[in-house]
């Protein structure tokens, strides 16, 4: 080792040992999860017992929550949002965006090293004389995070890209719920079309009986108009549900990412609506359960970070540069020439005034970080309440079903009892069609209820987090 090289590297090695003892000086508040009040037991949940079928803890673990529906038709459409759905792509664009500010954040903690070179001839034809220069050099330049600041800002760079995996859960969430919702939809109307097709058949052979009743002069003509009037008003009510019907398809196929002309939906020949078993779990795992709630979370650890990173403003920033080089006039000769030159420099900058400017930016990052704790608080509460009303929603629904098939088998039976007695004339073709309404109406209404209590079950589902979990919230003070 040659003898200029020696104060280099001592003073070098000093240089690094003082800015690594002056590293653990960190300004930034130490991170603590807020404290959510969790109930210990959903208050709804009685109230569902019986209606919603007990299912294993781990039946959402598996994360393609939508089977548990076994639905054919919705798995393979579920399949195709996973891939094509462009709300999904943006929120996976948006996370690898995110990772990738993480390593740009990291690469800040360590030295920038820099190679230069150079070579140059100039000369004088008149004088025939001419003469070069070679020269290369190695240059190092690395900022300490004596204060914390570099590593609070890879700590909520971190924090984001967790953020953005939230987001991107968030996002397959919301399109699979939407798909699931719109799916059954659809297939509710699909049933109502076939209940409409075959009750104009009925309200068909009804205007034939009454028109027949009054050609042979035993009805009146009132009867006629109003079995017409029944008949065209249903006919008009199926060309409105067939215009709901293709508004669902149009709204499925941009869900899988086809355009509305290149994809069709055909009915099924047979359709039941089946509702599944959720497990409901505890109000506490709904913290690492909920997508949004561990966004909101880690948009509190990011607003703490930006804490320290403004209050390291108030400590002299230090930057650490060095450089080693050498020269000689042929290029042959350069890394065999004796004059090497190195130079070693520190360098501190502090404010001294800034009227007030660094404060303000302290105590701005603080209310910002107050304001995070007052949204993820608000999440949580919000997401307790959505999971308390879709389990009304479940038990009420389920109440209502069994009722209203009740009344459907009773209206069925009374709508044929006096079509049989208009038959013999012993009552009013009016009765008739009240009736005949009375029993479309809870026909239709059954169907209804029973895609309903599909879509409350899909909205627990989602109430409940549809699965994901979030492995750092698993913590009591993540960091």
Avoid at 196 to 223: C, F, H, P, V, W
Avoid at 458 to 472: F, P
């Amino acid at each position: 080792m040659t003898p200029n090289r020696i104060p280099f590297l001592r003073s070098t090695t000093t240089a690094l040992a003082l800015a690594a003892l002056l590293a653990g000086c960190a300004v930034g508040p130490t991170y603590e999860r807020p404290a959510i009040a969790s109930p210990s037991a959903w208050k709804e949940a009685p109230a569902a017992e019986g209606w919603l079928p007990a299912a294993p803890a781990d039946a959402l673990d598996r994360g393609e929550w939508w089977q548990l529906f076994n639905d054919a038709g919705l798995n393979e459409l579920a399949a195709r949002v996973q891939v094509s759905n462009q709300n999904i792509a943006a929120a996976v664009a948006s996370y690898a965006q995110a990772t990738a500010l993480v390593r740009e954040q990291r690469a800040g903690l360590f030295p920038t090293v820099g190679l230069s070179g150079s070579a140059g001839r100039s000369g004088d034809r008149t004088a025939g004389t001419s003469s070069g220069s070679s020269s290369v050099g190695l240059n190092v330049d690395w900022a300490p995070d004596v204060w914390g600041r570099l590593r609070a800002a890879v700590g909520s760079a971190q924090a984001s890209a967790q953020a953005s995996a939230a987001d991107l859960a968030a996002a397959r969430l919301s399109a699979h719920g939407e798909l699931a919702t719109n799916y059954f939809s659809l297939r509710e109307a699909d049933a109502e079309l076939a209940l409409l097709a075959d009750t104009i058949e009925g309200y068909e052979r009804s205007y034939t009986i009454a028109r027949n009743r009054y050609d042979a002069g035993i009805a009146a003509q009132s009867d006629v108009l109003q079995a017409q009037t029944q008949l065209v008003n249903t006919r008009a009510e199926r060309v409105a549900l067939e215009r709901t019907r293709a508004t669902l398809e149009h709204a499925i196929a941009v869900l899988v990412g086809a355009a509305p002309a290149d994809f069709k939906l055909p009915p099924l020949a047979a359709w039941t609506p089946a509702v599944p078993a959720v497990p409901l779990g505890v109000p506490s795992t709904l913290l690492q359960r909920r997508p949004d709630i561990a966004a909101a979370e880690r948009a509190v650890a990011v607003a703490n970070a930006q804490i320290g990173i403004e209050r390291s403003a108030y400590f002299p920033s230090l930057n650490l540069s060095g450089s080693l080089s050498r020269s000689a006039s042929r290029v042959q000769d350069l890394f065999s020439a004796s004059n090497t030159l190195w130079s070693l420099g520190l360098s501190a900058a502090q404010v001294l005034f800034d009227a007030g400017a660094i404060g303000a930016r302290v105590d701005s990052a603080k209310a910002g970080h107050e304001a995070a704790v007052a949204r993820y608080r608000q999440t949580v509460l919000t997401a307790f309440q959505g999971v308390e009303d879709q389990l009304t929603a479940t038990a009420s629904l389920a109440q209502q079903e069994a009722l209203r098939r009740e009344a459907s088998v009773a209206a069925d039976k009374t709508e044929q009892q006096l079509l049989n007695r208009y038959r013999a004339g012993q009552v009013s073709y009016t009765e008739v069609v009240t009736a005949q309404a009375s029993a479309l109406n809870a026909r239709r209404t059954v169907l209804q209820l029973g895609v309903n209590r599909q879509v409350a079950a899909v909205g627990l589902i989602q109430g409940l987090g549809g699965g994901w979990d979030a492995a750092w919230l698993k913590d009591a003070t993540p960091g």
